[in-house]
Nanobody, 119 residues
Framework: QVQVVESGGGLVQVGGPLRLSCSGS????????VAWFHRGPGKERELVAA????????YILNAVKDRFTIARDNDKNMVWLQMTALKPEDTGVYYC????????????WGQGTRVTVSS
């Protein structure tokens, strides 16, 4: 069954913003830290941001820490990745999942949402 659905991707110009959404079915995210991952063209999937269950403790990859923020709403089972000042290297597919650094009970990967940053 579908457990996570990512959305919000699209085509954006360099320097523009984009907000990605991750929806978890049922209590998919209950009690878990959740992370966003980026898979660039021809690259491995990389964790770029994570948020703890409390919604307060966050981790942002150094390379994007001044541009990306992560937030969640546990009542809605939603996690968002706010991206600003986008660069061509931000192009790729973005996925969300339980944070694998905090649990081995990760989910099946969703379809992801594609972001294309044009220069």
């Amino acid at each position: 069954q579908v457990q996570v659905v990512e959305s919000g991707g699209g085509l954006v110009q360099v320097g523009g913003p984009l907000r990605l959404s991750c929806s978890g079915s049922g209590n998919t995210f209950a009690g878990y830290a959740v992370a966003w991952f980026h898979r660039g063209p021809g690259k491995e999937r990389e964790l770029v941001a994570a948020v703890a269950w409390n919604g307060i403790t966050t981790y942002i990859l150094n390379a994007v820490k001044d541009r990306f923020t992560i937030a969640r709403d546990n009542d809605k089972n939603m996690v968002w990745l706010q991206m600003t000042a986008l660069k061509p290297e931000d192009t790729g597919v973005y996925y969300c999942n339980r944070d694998p650094r905090r649990t081995t009970a990760t989910l099946d990967w969703g379809q992801g949402t594609r972001v294309t940053v044009s220069s």
